[in-house]
């Protein structure tokens, strides 16, 4: 029966194939008691050993075939089985309770998954996902259990699971697996970023496409409207054979822009830069033909860990960043933890509106060791690129000013013990604040640029929490008061001759693309991704005539009158 489930679009394409139901295999776990202790803990070292070593094997097919970057997670697995404080606490259950080894790991893994699921942040929730992909192959090893691996699928097939884990998904072979559907997952799940990657369509968080789908059914992935058909009709799979056939005709053109600069159709030119969060992601970045890097988050360099990183560490990695990007302008974001992003070694107390409290500059200014640390790595990696300095969360001109002037301080220190520093470092801050956005015209005056954080701009002046699913329809890019605010921080900066940039999420909207190119913004800052897209779009699009187009849209209503104009006119048409 002809049936279509809704996801998340998490990699873009159409693939249309049989399923394949990746199922989990079931473990039943008993508590045995054991008679012999050595013997268990032998069985739990053979078991080990052997998931070490099919996990190398799938971290060195992975560096051969992805690159060394999606390689690393399997690293990450084999540091886990490796771990004493696994390990060693499955060994003293086997010696002092008298369990049996999977009995015992199973427990111990379920304690630590419970405590990484309950950190906030999403993270340190994806290395829960992490220790249960290892527990399962040394429980499937203990219990003589095995899965069949999907490196072993030798004809075009579309991968249905309930998840992915990576190194399900570092077995995928592109050539055979045409997409894939989840049950679970969203847009920053490591399945969704590994799809991408391997550019395999992809749809995740359907929900029930396990319990939908059978092994051997027809079954269309659509990742551009993260829609699933199962069993389709011979007019759909016409129609989304045709669509399939316009997505890679349109990514063969998009491929041909790699190495244009972006200039709308009247001449005009605008940056298109890339948002990164570790030196990992410049291998997309550089083949997206990305034009600078407009917003390095670098709270990625704190996480994960369960200590801060020192200023070589920082240094290290600001300066691979600049020099890989060739004097192409890299802007980097000084830390901004806080909100979602937890650094639980900090241990900072527990607060009721995270989002309007202790985060990013506030954090810095109070914790002045971990600022001033960070500020010396970016001076020191300035000297070997095109680095420029921004700070995020900035509401008052006093944080701006203090920390401008630690900067100077550092700066100063640096200089007396003769270390290079390039004399030309902009420093910019994120607009990202309503209180800042409606005063633009006076940070203007003691900024290098702006970068306009609409992730946080819009629920701040919306009052609608970006992460809380019951007041999304609030969320809303193009409603005429964020599209004011975000001309009034344009036009501030082009006052004083600075330049304006966008690094949150809707700079790479092809609804808001239009509108933003017409207010006069001069840097775009999206994922790697979405930048051949973007560029085609501009170079199709005339600024003037824009202008007085998004002049119209200012004063129109509604986010949906908005959208919809736009659509008339410049998607549609
Ligand atoms: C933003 O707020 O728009 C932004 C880019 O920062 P983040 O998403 O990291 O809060
Ligand atoms: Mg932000």
Redesign the pocket.
């Known amino acids: 029966m002809q049936q279509t489930l809704t996801g998340i679009a998490a990699s873009a394409g159409v693939a249309i194939a049989k399923a394949f139901v990746h199922e989990e295999p079931t473990f039943n776990i008993e508590r045995l008691n054991i008679e012999n202790v050595e013997d268990e803990i032998g069985r739990l070292q053979d078991a080990l050993s052997v998931s070490k070593q099919e996990l190398s094997a799938i971290r060195d097919k992975a560096e051969a075939e992805l690159g060394a970057d999606k390689a690393e997670i399997f690293s990450a697995h084999l540091l886990v089985l490796s771990d004493p404080e696994l390990v060693d606490s499955v060994s003293d259950k086997i010696k002092s309770d008298g369990q049996n080894a999977e009995f015992a790991l199973n427990e111990v893994a379920n304690m630590f998954i419970t405590m990484f699921e309950n950190m906030d942040n999403e993270y340190m929730r994806e290395r829960a996902a992490d220790i249960r992909d290892v527990t399962k192959r040394v429980l499937g090893h203990l219990l003589g259990i095995e899965a069949r691996s999907l490196a072993t699928l030798v004809e075009e097939t579309i991968v249905i699971a309930d998840d992915l884990t990576p190194s399900d998904t570092a077995q995928l072979n592109p050539v055979f697996v045409k997409g894939f559907a989840t049950n679970v997952g969203g847009r920053t799940s490591h399945s969704a970023i590994m799809s991408r990657s391997l550019e395999i369509p992809a749809v995740v968080g359907t929900k029930e496409v396990t319990t939908q789908v059978k092994t051997g059914m027809m079954v269309i992935v659509d990742g551009l409207d993260g829609q699933v058909i199962i069993e389709p009709t011979e007019a759909q799979l016409t129609e989304y054979r045709k669509k399939k056939a316009d997505y890679d005709k349109q990514k063969e053109e998009w491929a041909k822009l790699v190495l244009e600069s972006t200039v709308s159709k009247d001449g005009e030119h605008v940056e298109l830069a890339a ?1 990164i969060g570790t030196p990992k992601d410049l291998d997309g970045v550089i083949g997206n033909g990305a034009e600078a890097i407009g ?1 390095y ?1 670098t ?1 990625f360099l704190y996480m994960g860990r369960d200590n801060l990183p020192t200023e070589d560490e920082q240094f290290e990695a600001y300066k691979e960043v600049v020099e890989r990007m060739e004097n192409k302008p890299v802007v980097i ?1 000084t830390l ?1 933890i806080g ?1 979602d ?1 937890e650094l639980p070694y900090l241990d900072l107390p527990k607060e009721l509106n995270p989002f309007l409290g202790f985060r990013a500059i506030r954090l810095c200014l109070e914790e002045q060791g971990i600022f001033r640390t960070q500020l010396r790595a970016l001076l020191r990696a300035s000297a070997f690129g095109n680095l420029k300095i921004m700070f ?1 969360m900035i509401a008052t001109m006093e944080e701006l000013r203090q920390a401008k002037q630690m900067l100077q301080e550092e700066k100063d220190n640096l200089l007396a013990d003769g270390i290079e520093i390039s004399e030309q470092i902009e420093v910019g801050i ?1 607009v ?1 604040i309503p209180s800042t956005a409606v005063a633009a015209d006076l940070f203007a005056k003691e900024v290098d640029f702006f ?7 819009i629920q701040y002046t919306m009052a609608a929490d970006r992460m809380n699913e019951r007041v999304s329809y609030l969320y809303q890019p193009y409603h005429p008061a964020i599209l004011r605010l975000v001309k009034m921080v344009i036009d501030a900066a082009h006052k004083q001759g600075k330049w304006a940039g ?5 700079a790479g909207d092809e609804i808001a693309i239009p509108l933003l190119l017409g207010l006069g913004l001069d840097e775009f800052s999206m994922s790697a991704t979405s930048i051949l897209p973007a560029r085609s779009q501009i170079l199709s699009l005339s600024k003037t005539e824009l202008s007085q187009f998004a002049e119209e849209m200012l004063q129109l209503s509604t986010a949906d009158e908005v959208e919809q104009q736009v659509r008339e006119q410049f998607i549609n048409a």
Request: glycine share 14%; aromatic share 0%; net charge negative.
């Open positions: 948002n917003l988050r709270e974001r901004d909100g992003k995020p994120m990202e970068s306009i954080g609409t992730n946080d701009l966008m690094c949150g999420e809707m």
